[in-house]
């Protein structure tokens, strides 16, 4: 019985260490961010002004849409997120010319609406967006 749970507790500390090297850290509202490439400078408030460029995907790396694609980056004022699917509570990790990758939980996006859920972003899966500031 002891080896079991030393074996445990060993595979936990693993799981543990593996889930902070990924470089994702949560958001109040449950979004996932990893900063890509995290430039010098102050980091985005509310209230400021930002543009940029969104690409979603699924998780399984099919394109949604993208401001690329579209001709033109996304200008808006940031300001208190309401909800996961805002990205508002991603901006104050992010500095002018940043890139990140976020993950958003597609339970977030279709809470209380769930018979408007697509097949390609099933319960429990993430729709992954990669920003650039």
């Known amino acids: 019985m ?7 507790l060993s595979f936990m500390a693993i799981s543990v260490g593996l889930k902070a090297q990924d470089g994702f850290v949560k958001t109040p509202q449950g979004d996932l961010v990893k900063n890509v490439t995290n430039k010098p400078g102050d980091k ?3 209230n400021d002004v930002v543009t940029f460029n969104l690409t979603q995907k699924t998780e ?6 993208s401001t690329y694609t579209m001709g033109r980056p996304i200008k808006i004022q940031v300001q208190e ?3 996961a699917a805002d990205l508002m509570d991603i901006f104050p990790v992010l500095a002018e010319k940043d890139s990140a990758l976020v993950r958003i939980p597609t339970d977030s996006l279709f809470k209380g609406h769930d018979d408007q859920r697509p ?6 899966s993430y729709l992954v967006c990669q920003v650039k500031i």
């Open 60 to 65: 399984k790396d099919s394109v949604l849409g």
């Open 81 to 83: 997120s309401k909800n």
């Open 119 to 124: 097949p390609f972003l099933p319960k429990g």
């Open 44 to 46: 985005i408030k509310v």
């Open 2 to 8: 002891k080896k079991i749970a030393v074996a445990l």
